[in-house]
């Protein structure tokens, strides 16, 4: 089992990769702490080696899992939806939140792949292993992933910020 | 020998820095050539740059504290109570009512009391899961009129209610609602803390199968659909305590809630 030392070690890296994938914090920690639970439940499952990618094999499984129960479950409480349109802040913050947009507005198996290489530094084959897939499919995903995102922050900076619009 | 042809999974490796570097020559000398794939890569590469920028900063964000407990839980999780109460270093009070969860001393009462509880772990997680998403009216009575929510709520279970400040451990009372409990009236308290995580406490009247006001001064846990419930028993009053969070993270809750009520 590995030490609660190593485990806490790695959870910076798990909340900053969550936060990326899920767009929303509560969301980011929800997905690192039932990751944790099931890798604690699944620990007989662990081999002394990589811990960092055995976590976020985890994570995969927990995140797809909850992709589909989301939609499986598409309802959603009127009261949580804005009554008001709120007023774009300016600066960094707009920045940070076109590019979350962007990302969450890719396909969360392209999501995936340009975060575990992009901003998890993985190398091609620890994702496709992570992730479950052949090394050709995390190219082509990583592909499609790049030409998207570029596309989305393009038009991002092109179009006045009036008509800025979450897809 | 001419190079190989250079494939997008070869400038999907430039962007990313992972080619050596004679290849990584022949690269950049074919993308002089061709203006429009450069123009990609260096896209590609400021995304990566971009994504470091956006997201380094949660590295240097403290670990909240329930992942810290998720991961401190491990160690009890698989050990007998005794163990657990020794790492908790949890008062003399609470050791002895973690033991009495091995169901030696008091058994006899304890069982038909908790007979008589079976439903409320139950009810008490349907409540929470019921009224804890609600944004505009997860309470009847705000904290705002804390004395006279107080007073309404003990008139309708006949007895004097008390509300638990939890405060020290970051949760405030939002306020409460009247429910329909197995026996009659149940109150419902909720509290929140400042992460929007909300926490809630279930009274109600119990009497054990004999028809004795039920006593279960032993904690016992449940799970309901990824809702954790805490429960016991008292003077004839049952609480639950539910929370979506591990046990780990809910049992100094549960223990600040009944050191509080105990008379």
Redesign the interface.
Known sequence: ?PS?DA??AE???L???A??LTGDA?RA?DL??DT??RA?NK?RLWRPGNLRNWLLTTMHHVFINQLATEHRLQYR?A??LPDIPVAPAQGDGL??RD??RALQALPADQREI??L???E?L??EETARIVGIPPGTV?SR??RA??R??GL?AEGETLPAHLKIVK | MSPAPISEDDLHAWADGRLEAARRAEVEAWLAGHPQEAAALAAWRQQNARLHAAFDPVLAEAIPARLRATVAGKRWRPLRAAAAVGWLALGAVLGAMWSDLGGSRHAGTHTQTADALLELPRRAAIAHAVYTPEQRHPVEVGADNEQHLVAWLSKRLGTPLRVPDLGALGYHLMGGRLLAAEAGPGAQFMYDNAAGERLTLYVSAARSSDGAAASLPSFRFAEEDGISVFYWAENGFAYALSARQPRAALLPVADAVYRQLAP
């Open positions: 089992m609660t485990l806490l959870i910076p890296r909340r900053r990769y936060r990326a509560t920690d690192v702490q944790l639970e604690l620990w409480d009261a949580e920045a940070l590019l979350g340009l975060l290489v992009g901003l530094d190398s091609y190219m990583l592909s790049r030409g995102l570029r922050l």
